[in-house]
């Protein structure tokens, strides 16, 4: 667009022209296996907050992002070739396919929100819940 403007006459020159773009890259932190251990075993009184604790533990186990995992239905969970479950879908970000196995744990995770009526009003697997929230709910998780 600037380039445009310069070439009718609009703008004289680029003011952006000696810019340089730096991109700082930074290691990001994961759960240890130890970790992922304690979080699945602890118990919490508030609902909200297992349900956090579950859909967080099955994007772990997954590979699946949070808006990956929270738009799944059950036409994601096919039969594979190995005659297990698998999920296929789409990255919602970069649209990459994805076709990857059931694991045991994110399967009892699913199965425990197979009747959740908000789960069930959208036809998802799971309840939906904005990323702010689950975020926000995350962090209280941490503390």
Request: hydrophobic share 40%; with cysteine; net charge positive.
């Amino acid at each position: 667009m600037l380039n445009l403007a310069i070439n009718i006459e609009r703008m004289v020159k680029n003011p952006f022209r000696g810019f340089k773009i730096r991109i700082k890259h930074e290691e990001r932190e994961y759960l240890t296996k130890e970790e992922l251990t304690r979080l699945e075993k602890k118990d919490f009184d508030i609902p909200r907050l297992d349900f956090v604790r579950d859909l967080f533990v099955f994007s772990c186990y997954t590979g699946l992002a949070y808006i990956d995992a929270i738009n799944l239905t059950q036409a994601n969970l096919v039969d594979g070739v190995d005659g297990e479950i698998w999920i296929k879908t789409q990255r919602h970000k970069t649209q990459i396919p994805v076709k990857t196995p059931l694991p045991p744990k994110p399967a009892l995770i699913l199965k425990k929100y197979e009747r959740d009526p908000r789960a069930l009003a959208k036809a998802t697997l799971f309840p939906l819940l904005s990323n702010q929230k689950m975020n926000s709910y995350l962090k209280e998780i941490a503390d």
